[in-house]
């Protein structure tokens, strides 16, 4: 009988199989599997679990293409979002998405109001602050834009831009084949490639989870794209609110509906601190304004990237307008400061700077200043109330916005560049402005950015100009009135000397 081992010095058959030899081999034939699957969970985790925005020292780089934490929740995979406009031209109104007013500066990839994050595993990329508050003015056809900040987005078709998605994600092209090979030339052409990941995974999962994202979008948003067009530089704000908050929109009233308001600018945030902001005053908290106005960017309480958002409002809080940069008539300029004093100053403060007046920052009620009042009852009591549960158990939870009776009296600092002028964006200029309703002008186009110094506002009469077309409004169109502000308190019974002059003054803000 043959024993697995007979002694120490003579190993059995069990004893050689586990020779050193044989272990050694059992060994990496067990671990390198093992070290295999490791490492490539090790890549993956590193690969998918970034969250790192791209960011800039400087604020006003910050303003222009600092995240907000957008991309997060509803960012656009970058380089679907840089081929679109290829695959679906036909959806746009001229080449590109300059035709929907974005603004591109030279040598960058992105347009301004535009970020950029790593996050779970693809470059991710949404609007942000300065999309809203930032614009360009010409002196002439010829002359090269100049980009100020803080200013209203007045070229932006924030409409079109909404309405270019849902359409594109609607066409049998919004799909991986078409796609892919898009996004590859387009990183091709800056001397890259997309990995076999990306190809063949991530990119072909982003365009599905995409289009099923933006197709649902569209039909939440169906009330709201139904609506006569805004144009550029204006947003039914509050509308939308409501689809985000599930109201049954086929129920809403008559009244509530085609409400689009002016982007406004955003200078000087310190001493509007306890004035009632927004068009209609509807609350007294900057930090909740901007917050409330984070969400058209793409955030939502657990993704609002508060640091850099901070870093805006800081900013924001002493951010002066730009000075008028055109001649002024002195003579005029001193006539017209004591026509505003006796007209102007109680309402809109001393002076561009010098925001005191006993009506400053508060709501005139709609019967005394008669303006366009869809905008003010867009904003109804129940959409108050539901704002009111936004970051609910959070520190920083709504508590300030209320239902108002009227439209909120503003300071005009950098008023030059806030044209066209009311809360609707109605009146093209200063000068049409200081008169009757009934002689300022039915019919303008908006969005063109060479500027008018005599009347105060923008070119008006211009359609298109190359592949670019121009926004016709309509004054007889519902939420776009032009009367109001008018009668002897506002100025518009004045002579045409004094109007002329008070305009010269109002230039000097």
């Known amino acids: 009988m043959t024993y697995l081992f007979t002694s120490a010095d003579e190993p059995g058959w069990l004893s050689r199989l586990f020779s050193k030899r044989w272990t050694r081999i059992l060994f990496l034939l067990l671990a390198i599997p093992t070290l295999v699957a490791g490492a490539f969970g090790i890549y993956l985790w590193q690969r998918f679990s970034g969250d790192t925005a791209v960011e800039y020292a ?7 293409y600092g995240s907000t934490g957008g991309e997060r929740e509803s960012g656009f995979p970058y380089w679907i979002f840089q081929a ?19 603004i591109f500066e030279e040598g960058k990839d992105l347009p301004i ?13 949404f609007l942000n602050c300065a999309v809203c508050h930032a614009s360009t003015v010409r002196d002439s056809v010829q002359e090269k834009p100049r980009v100020y900040l803080g200013m209203p987005a007045m070229q932006l078709d924030i409409m079109g831009f909404e309405k270019f998605f849902f359409s594109c994600a609607a066409d049998q092209k919004f799909a991986a084949e078409f796609i892919v090979p898009e996004a590859r030339r387009l990183v091709r052409a800056q001397g890259g490639d997309l990995d076999l990941i990306d190809r063949y995974l991530v990119y072909p999962v982003a365009v599905a989870l995409m289009r099923e994202r933006l197709l649902m979008l ?21 509308n939308s609110a409501k689809v985000i908050f599930n109201f049954p929109m086929h129920k809403i009233a008559d009244a509530e509906k085609n409400a689009p308001a002016d982007f406004p600018s955003i200078w000087l945030q310190a001493p509007r601190a306890g004035m009632q902001l927004h068009w209609d005053g509807n609350n007294t908290k900057v930090e909740e304004r901007n917050k409330s106005a984070a969400f058209g960017t793409g955030t939502t309480p657990p993704t609002i990237d508060l640091k850099n958002i901070g870093r805006i409002e800081q900013w924001l809080l002493k951010k002066e307008p730009p000075k008028y940069p055109y001649p002024v008539d002195a003579a005029k300029s001193v006539r017209g400061a004591g ?22 920052g508060k709501v005139t009620p709609l019967q005394d200043i008669g303006t366009d009042r869809r905008r003010l009852d867009s904003y109804s009591y129940d959409l108050a109330v539901n704002q009111s549960t936004l970051y609910a158990g959070y520190p ?11 439209y909120a009296n503003m300071p005009l600092d950098g008023l030059w560049l806030r044209a066209p002028y009311l809360h609707n964006g109605s009146v093209p200029t200063l000068r049409d402005l200081l008169e009757p309703s009934a002689r300022r002008p039915k019919v303008f186009y908006r969005g063109y950015d060479v500027y008018d110094p005599v009347k105060v506002g923008f070119k008006t009469n211009v359609a298109e100009e190359g592949a670019r077309k121009y926004f016709k409004l309509d004054t007889e169109v519902p939420g776009n009135g032009n009367a109001g502000h008018e009668g002897r308190r506002f100025g518009t019974s004045l002579s045409i000397e004094d109007k002329e002059s008070l305009v010269e003054f109002l230039k000097t803000f």
């Open 58 to 64: 400087d604020i006003e780089q910050h303003f222009k």
């Open 84 to 102: 679109l406009p290829q695959i679906c031209s036909e959806h746009l109104p001229g080449k590109g998405y300059a035709s929907l007013g974005l």
């Open 113 to 125: 109001g535009m970020s950029k994050r790593k996050f779970t595993g693809i470059d991710r990329t």
């Open 218 to 238: 569209a039909g939440r948003f169906s009330f709201v794209m139904n609506q006569p067009d805004w144009g550029p530089g204006r947003v039914d704000t509050f």
């Open 339 to 360: 026509l505003y004093k006796e007209y102007c100053a109680d309402c809109h403060g001393a002076s561009g700077r010098n925001f005191s007046g006993k009506a400053v």
């Open 396 to 406: 920083w939870r709504f508590q300030h916005f209320r239902k108002t009776n009227g």
